[in-house]
């Protein structure tokens, strides 16, 4: 999917080195603009309102309760999307963010490339987290009761997806279920088609929040 033009971000809450590191890559890609950057985060919400940024780029340790309400209200009622820093190592407070509906987090600690990655998603409107946050939701998701199969895929497409919430490859999945790489891309696709998703990052939330991990051996 084409990037989209002129995308202008509102960083907010950061500290100075992070902040040098987020306006480097975000200066990297000629249609993003910087409109802006909060110090603190009394009335966001109402700041958001005002410059109507594109994207919020926000650090926050996640223990700001009355964040996650301002949180919220900007999903719901702009359209503003929303890419938060995060060094939270509770998954309760990861998953609570993926809850209120914030579909692109990354850390501090994140690679270049990862974060690179995480700007050009949420500027399409695209699902992206990091591996370390993955990680984190999928073990405390792996010890719960698992979800029930989407009706609108196969038990050998359940499968697949299984595997690919647990980072397998297609070469890695197509080993463990003796099938062709051919076969399994074919059926990542399919995957992505019944349940109305665009890419590999949305298929992984998507089995985030319905419960649909598999702890595997």
């Known amino acids: 999917m084409r990037e989209h033009q002129n995308t202008t971000f509102l960083l907010s809450n950061f500290q100075f080195i992070t902040q040098k590191g987020v306006i480097y890559l975000i200066d990297q890609i000629s249609e993003y603009n910087i409109v802006g950057h909060i110090d603190k985060l009394d009335n966001l919400f109402g700041t958001v309102l ?3 940024p594109d994207v919020l780029f ?7 309760l009355s964040l996650h309400s301002e949180l919220e209200s900007i999903i719901e009622h702009t359209n503003t999307k929303i890419l938060l820093m995060t060094d939270n190592q509770d998954n309760q407070t990861i998953e609570h963010f993926i809850k209120i509906g914030v579909k692109v987090m990354v850390t501090p600690n994140c690679s270049e490339e990862e ?4 700007l050009k998603a949420v500027s399409v409107g695209n699902s992206f987290f990091c ?3 993955l990680n984190l939701v999928i073990e405390e998701k792996a010890a719960r009761p698992k979800g029930k199969k989407p009706k609108e895929i196969s038990q050998r497409e359940f499968q697949v997806l299984q595997l690919i919430t ?5 070469m890695a999945i197509a080993e463990k279920l003796f099938l062709s790489v051919h076969t399994i891309n074919s059926h990542r696709k399919n995957i992505l088609k019944k349940l109305n998703l665009t890419s590999p990052a949305e298929l992984i939330v998507y089995a985030l929040e319905n419960g649909i991990v ?3 051996k």
């Open 50 to 52: 005002s410059k109507k």
């Open 58 to 64: 926000l650090e926050t340790d996640g223990n700001n």
């Open 115 to 118: 974060i690179t990655n995480a």
């Open 131 to 133: 591996n370390k946050l």
């Open 166 to 170: 647990k980072g397998y490859s297609s």
């Open 214 to 216: 598999k702890k595997t």
